[in-house]
């Protein structure tokens, strides 16, 4: 039984009895048949129904079979419809070419033999039916692929979405946590100025040194919070830079053993150093290589237990330079030592998750120290047996002398030679005031104002030879305050200085643009800004 549609066939012949001889024959295809007894009448039929075979009689009035067959095969819609002549007259090779030239598919001679007609009108039926379900299933390919584009360019136009709304909340992290490291840094500064003022008081007991030094430390790690949290949007936004010179590994390490130095105390550690009698040349920015080490430093002191010894060691080898740094302290499990330089990681040891942190200190060291061209791993025999951190830098060939060393600490005991006029400009009264008493201790005389056109005025009046300006002043920024003091010829040789909570890179950039000559970031580092003091403007600049 027939499952499918059946197809038409059109039946062209002008005598009536030949056509009912020709359904007769193919009735049993179970097919549509279609009579026309005229050309004229079969193109009618052809222009209303698709067509799957025309049997035409050769010889017709009017329109003979050759002129049909042509007519049809020039309309679009029949391109595929297949002709069979019919012909009771002996037809000549010439005549048989003209009829495939004119489109025919197939000749039938007369008398018609029923099976053989039957056949070939039936294979020609199906490719037909074939044909068309072939291109309905085309059409609905088509259509599904065009569905299915359509549904990828809306998903694509999604995730533009998302990922502009990802970079957009990403923007808005970095401004939030270069705000916030604002804000931080801001009352930082004048508890730094006020303990600095308080250390200088010349007789203490032992209880308000102590104190002082609880402040310290407590200062410098919150300050170390506020400057990593900053370094790892830098990172995310591939914008860390470094500023790379020839330098001595040695002292790189010996300013982080001093810098970690109040807490060894506090946790009654043991800081072993030891370094080789001869220089370790690389290629660093002994800023960021200094604070890869005192990371290390730090980490070992969390989790060494009171009582421990951690060794700092510098070496050596073949063709790098090597710090390590080890501790007898609780020591890291082998399952975790893969994941310790992860972003956010920390170790899951119940006696050392209360020592708290952001967990991101080993993924900046791991950074910086690629960025260096070096390598870090972790080592431990497991709980409770220590950990080792090494650090390897490729060495460094060069001339005698030319490294640069990291920089002594400058002392701020005492007034040292002339002090200078200074004028420290911040709308944060506390920390003008505290860091104007410190600078007069020193033997400079200070002026302070709180915003940007007291700053330009007070400058002229006061003929300061150093203005301290913040950036985020009220009524004028000092971006603003500084272009206009440059712009005076009073202004054009003084020094000026930014010392502001906004630490980044852009930041630094405008500032200089802006005719700063130095940019300091809040918490100010005393020893940094003495250093500017003694110097020469023209050395500054």
């Known amino acids: 039984m027939r499952t499918t549609e059946p197809?038409?066939?059109?039946?062209?012949?002008?005598q009536p009895a030949k056509l009912m001889s020709y359904e007769a024959i193919l009735a049993p295809l179970g097919e549509r048949l279609i009579q026309a007894s005229s050309g004229r009448e079969a193109l009618e039929h052809l222009l209303r129904e698709d067509i799957a075979v025309v049997l035409i009689d050769v010889c017709m009035p009017e329109i003979d079979g050759f002129e049909l067959a042509t007519m049809i095969r020039e309309h679009p819609r029949?391109?595929?419809?297949?002709?069979?002549?019919?012909s009771a007259v002996l037809m000549t090779d010439i005549d048989r070419l003209r009829g495939f030239e004119c489109g025919a598919v197939d000749y039938v001679g007369v008398p018609v033999e029923p099976e053989i007609l039957r056949a070939r009108v039936a294979v020609f039926a199906d490719l037909h039916r074939k044909t068309r379900q072939l291109e309905a299933l085309n059409q609905e390919l088509e259509q599904r692929v065009c569905e299915r584009t359509q549904e990828l360019t809306e998903a694509a136009a999604r995730l533009r979405e998302s990922e502009a709304a990802l970079r957009e909340r990403d923007r808005r992290k970095d401004e939030f946590l270069a705000m916030l490291a604002h804000e931080l840094r801001n009352p930082l500064a004048p508890i730094r100025n006020v303990l600095e003022l308080l250390r200088q008081r010349p007789a203490v007991g032992r209880e308000a040194h102590w104190s002082y030094e609880v402040i310290e430390r407590q200062l410098a790690h919150l300050t170390r919070l506020v400057d990593d949290l900053l370094d790892v949007s830098r990172i995310t936004r591939g914008k860390l830079g470094i500023r790379r010179e020839a330098t001595d590994l040695r002292d790189i390490a010996q300013a982080a053993a001093e810098g970690i130095q109040p807490i060894v105390a506090a946790k009654r550690l043991r800081l072993d150093l030891s370094v080789p009698v001869a220089p370790v040349p690389v290629h660093a920015d002994a800023v960021r290589m200094t604070q890869v080490v005192l990371n290390l430093l730090d980490n070992a002191c969390k989790f060494t237990p009171p009582g421990g010894t951690i060794a700092l060691t510098v070496e050596h080898e073949a063709e790098s330079g090597r710090v390590s740094v080890r501790d007898s302290g609780n020591g890291i499990a082998a399952d975790e030592l893969p994941r310790?330089?992860?972003?956010?990681?920390?170790?899951?040891?119940?006696?050392?998750?209360?020592?708290?942190?952001?967990?991101i200190g080993l993924a900046l060291v791991s950074r910086i120290v690629e960025m260096h061209g070096g390598s870090v791993e972790a080592r431990s025999d497991g709980r409770g047996r220590g950990s080792e951190f090494v650090v390897r830098l490729p060495i460094a060939e060069l001339a005698r002398g030319s490294m640069a060393p990291v920089s002594p600490p400058v002392s701020l005991a005492a007034p040292q030679g002339p002090g200078r006029r200074v004028l420290v400009v911040d709308d944060n009264e506390d920390n003008a005031e505290s860091l104007a008493i410190l600078l007069r201790r020193l033997g400079n005389q200070v002026r302070t104002a709180y915003d940007g056109h007291a700053a330009i005025e007070a400058a002229h009046t006061f003929g300061a030879d150093v203005v301290l300006l913040d950036i985020g002043l009220p009524l004028l920024d000092g971006y603003a305050a500084a272009r206009a003091i440059r712009e005076q010829p009073w202004g054009k040789n003084l020094t000026l200085i930014a010392v502001t909570g906004w630490g980044q890179d852009h930041d630094r950039m405008l500032s200089e643009e802006a005719g700063f000559d130095a940019h300091l970031v809040k918490p100010v580092d005393h020893q940094a800004l003495m250093k500017l003091l003694r110097a020469p403007a023209s050395s500054v600049r």
Do not use: K
């Open 78 to 86: 029949h391109q595929r419809t297949a002709i069979i002549f019919v």
């Open 340 to 359: 310790l330089f992860q972003m956010f990681y920390q170790t899951s040891n119940d006696e050392t998750s209360s020592q708290g942190g952001l967990g």
């Open 7 to 14: 197809v038409n066939i059109l039946l062209v012949d002008d």
